[in-house]
């Protein structure tokens, strides 16, 4: 029977197989929904969870100045608190990022009492970028939390906006 296929069809087939087998950044989910993310900071976790329970983890580095809850621009932290995912970048400098709703208004309030900057622009991104060297640290963001680039590809796909995100010390 396979003799009687046409060559073409095999070499089709080829080039298919092997389209499907590239690196593509914008995957599509079909999955459960994920409702929530937990992100634990002590633990290096972070937590997609869908009705039914945890969907996927992934160990995560995060700002260069870890403990404690993000309060001002530059300080190195990744915050800490109830925020909601608000936004995407596919052409993110770390291959995909998904925005965190950092800062709500007491951040921005605790902030602007000091006369400073609560800072923002706070993503789940993937990894460093040409330029960007971590130099072998754990935490290495200005805030941020990395994941590597295909783990930030499966994120990316099955995390939609305005799912709460849950930053626990």
């Known amino acids: 029977m396979v003799g009687k296929l046409p060559r073409r069809f095999f070499l089709l087939g080829g080039v298919t197989a092997f389209l499907s087998g590239c690196a593509n950044k914008f995957r599509s989910y079909t999955g459960p929904e994920v409702t929530r993310l937990r992100l634990?900071?002590?633990?290096?976790?972070?937590?997609?969870?869908?009705?039914?329970?945890?969907?996927?983890?992934?160990?995560?580095?995060?700002?260069?100045?870890?403990?404690?809850?993000?309060?001002?621009?530059?300080?190195?932290?990744?915050?800490?608190?109830?925020?909601?995912?608000?936004?995407?970048?596919?052409?993110?400098?770390?291959?995909?990022?998904?925005?965190?709703?950092?800062?709500?208004e007491a951040d921005r309030a605790f902030a602007e009492a000091l006369g400073k900057s609560p800072g923002g622009d706070i993503f789940i991104h993937g990894g460093?970028?040409?330029?960007?060297?971590?130099?072998?640290?754990?935490?290495?963001t200005a805030g941020c939390i990395s994941i590597t680039d295909r783990q930030i590809e499966e994120v990316y796909a099955m995390v939609p906006d305005g799912t709460p995100i849950y930053i626990l010390a």
């Open 40 to 104: 634990y900071k002590s633990e290096r976790l972070l937590v997609l969870d869908g009705a039914e329970g945890v969907l996927r983890t992934y160990p995560v580095d995060l700002g260069f100045t870890p403990s404690g809850h993000k309060q001002f621009e530059g300080d190195g932290r990744t915050p800490e608190g109830a925020y909601v995912i608000d936004r995407r970048n596919p052409d993110s400098l770390f291959h995909l990022s998904i925005g965190i709703s950092y800062p709500n």
């Open 128 to 140: 460093p970028r040409r330029g960007i060297d971590p130099m072998g640290k754990r935490d290495w």
